[in-house]
C-alpha cells in the first residue's frame, strides 16, 4: 500500500524508517519531510497543516493510508477533514479526530476528563480573564511550587513552575491579560505539583482494541542534570528501570482503561497514538498530560524496539483488528541523544552544513531540523538537528553509541547533553 506521513520530524524519520523495512509498503511520502526522510521516501513540499494540498497529495499519489505525526494538524482537525471527503472515503489515518484531539489541545477539557473518570491526576482549577480576581486569590493560598498550565497548544513552552507566589502572580497575569502565550492562553490551569520521577506511557488503540508500546523517559532541559530552559527534548531512554511491570499493571488498569472507556462514554472514536506523561510517585502512577501521538524523541527510543512490521500493525489499528496483531518488543535498551543548534531553545541559526553523521558507527541516525544546501548538502532547518539512537544489551552501552555518534556528527554551533542516561544508571528503588 502506498503511505503518507505528515511530520517533519525526527518522530517522522523513525516512522519513515520503519515503515521502508515493510513489504507491505509499496511507495512511501512524507509531508513536508526533512534531509533524512528524503533518502528513504518521497518528500512533498506542502504543509500538513494545509488540508486542501493534503487531499490532493492522497489523491494524486494514490495513498491509501495516512499517518499524523505532530498535534497541530490533528488539533486543527485534519482527520475530519480527510473523512468529511467522499473521494477520500477509501484512505484510513492513523491520529484521532478534532474530537479526540482535544485530549491535547485543551488542557482545561483533559483535567476534567480525567477528574470525570477516576483517572489520577494532580488537583486543579482553570481561569478566564473574566475570573483573574478570583484567580489571584487561589494562587495566593496555594501551596508551593505552582504550576500553571496554557489551555491550548503553545508549543511545548505553556507550562511554568512557580517556586514563589509573586512569579505565580506574574506569570498569571501574563497568560491572562498579556496574552503571552496568544490564544493558547485564554484559560489557563493552576495544579497541584507532583513530585516523583516522570516517565511517558505510549498507547496505540484502534478505536476497540489497544496495545501498549515500549515505555520511555525523555529529557526535557536543555542542560545537564536538568538544569536550564525546557525544550523539546534532548534525548530519551526505553525502556524505564522504575517502571516495573507492577507498576505499568496499574497504569493499565487505573489510566489506560478508564481512559478509553471515558473516550468511548463521550462519543469519541479515537484511533490512533496516546502519549500519557505520567508520574511515578512512590509506586503510583498520576497523569500529567495527554499527548495525542507520539512523543518525539521518545519515537526514536520506541521504534527501534518493535520488532514486528511496523506497516502491518498501522494496517491493523486502521482495519480495527488490533487484538489480532502479536507486537513483539526488543528487551534491549535504547538510548537516543539529540544533538542541537547553539542557541536553542532561543535563537539559532539555520543553514550550518552538517558532516559526519555517514560516520557514525552501530547507531541509528534519524534527521530531525535537516534540509538541503541547493540540493547537494544537508544543513540545519531548525532547534533540534539530530537524532542519535543507539541499541544493546545493557543501558551502559546504550548510552556510550548513542553519546559517541553525537560527538562524530559536526555543524558549527553543536550542543548536547552529555548525561542521557545516566542517572537511570545510577538509579536505586
Known amino acids: 500500500m502506498n503511505i503518507l506521513i505528515l ?8 516512522f519513515a524508517w520503519k515503515l521502508a523495512q515493510s513489504p507491505l509498503c509499496d511507495q512511501l511520502f512524507v509531508a513536508p519531510g526533512n534531509a533524512g526522510t528524503a533518502a528513504i521516501a518521497t ?10 494540498s493534503v487531499a490532493n ?48 489541545g485543551s488542557k482545561d477539557f483533559s483535567k476534567q476528563f480525567m477528574q470525570k473518570y477516576g483517572i489520577p491526576t494532580a488537583s486543579s482549577r482553570t481561569f478566564t480573564p473574566e475570573t483573574l480576581a478570583i484567580g489571584l486569590e487561589y494562587l495566593e493560598a496555594h501551596t ?19 517556586e514563589k507566589h509573586a512569579e505565580a502572580e506574574t506569570a498569571f497575569r501574563e497568560m491572562l491579560i498579556d496574552g503571552k502565550f496568544g490564544t493558547a492562553g485564554h484559560k489557563v490551569v493552576v495544579e497541584q505539583f507532583l513530585k516523583g520521577v516522570e ?37 530519551a531512554v526505553s525502556p524505564v528501570v522504575f517502571a516495573d511491570a507492577n507498576f505499568l499493571r496499574k497504569v493499565d488498569e487505573k489510566v489506560v482503561k478508564p481512559t478509553l472507556a471515558g473516550l468511548k462514554n463521550e462519543g469519541i472514536k479515537y484511533v490512533g497514538f496516546i502519549f500519557i506523561g505520567l508520574m511515578n510517585i512512590k509506586g503510583e502512577p498520576y497523569v500529567i498530560e495527554y499527548n495525542v501521538r507520539m512523543g518525539d524523541p521518545e519515537t526514536e527510543v520506541v521504534i527501534p524496539r518493535i520488532q514486528s512490521d511496523f506497516a502491518m500493525l498501522m494496517a491493523s489499528t486502521a482495519k480495527g483488528t488490533l487484538h489480532d496483531f502479536e507486537m513483539q518488543v526488543s528487551p534491549q535498551v535504547a538510548v537516543t541523544t539529540v544533538v542541537v543548534s547553539g542557541g536553542y ?47 544493546a544489551n545493557s543501558l551502559e552501552n546504550a548510552v556510550h553509541k548513542s553519546q559517541r555518534a553525537a560527538q562524530v556528527v559536526q555543524f558549527e554551533g553543536k550542543y548536547f547533553r552529555h548525561d542521557i542516561g545516566v542517572d537511570l544508571i545510577r538509579y536505586n528503588d
Open 345 to 391: 531553545p532561543g535563537d539559532y541559526e539555520k543553514g550550518k552544513v552538517i558532516s559526519g553523521s555517514d560516520k557514525t558507527e552501530d547507531v541509528h541516525v534519524f534527521h530531525a531540523g535537516t534540509t538541503f544546501n541547493g540540493n547537494t548538502e544537508v544543513v540545519t532547518n531548525g532547534g533540534r538537528v539530530m537524532v542519535l539512537t543507539g541499541l
Open 144 to 162: 508551593l511550587p505552582i504550576v500553571l498550565k496554557a489551555d491550548g497548544l503553545a508549543a511545548g513552552k505553556g507550562v511554568i513552575i512557580a
Open 57 to 104: 497529495a492522497i489523491t494524486q499519489n494514490n495513498i491509501e493510508l495516512v499517518i499524523v505525526g505532530p498535534e497541530e494538524p490533528l488539533v486543527n482537525g485534519v482527520v475530519d477533514f480527510i473523512e468529511s471527503r467522499s473521494d477520500l472515503a477509501k484512505v484510513k489515518v492513523i491520529g484521532p479526530n478534532k474530537a479526540g484531539a482535544q485530549l491535547e
Open 199 to 235: 516517565l511517558s506511557v505510549f498507547v496505540l488503540t484502534d478505536g476497540e482494541h489497544y496495545k501498549i508500546l515500549p515505555e520511555a523517559k525523555d529529557y526535557k532541559r536543555i542542560g545537564e542534570n536538568d538544569t536550564g530552559l525546557n525544550t523539546g527534548g534532548m534525548g
Open 7 to 14: 511530520g517533519s520530524g525526527g518522530r517522522e524519520h523513525a
Open 43 to 52: 518528500n512533498l513540499s506542502i504543509s500538513y497543516n494545509d488540508f486542501d
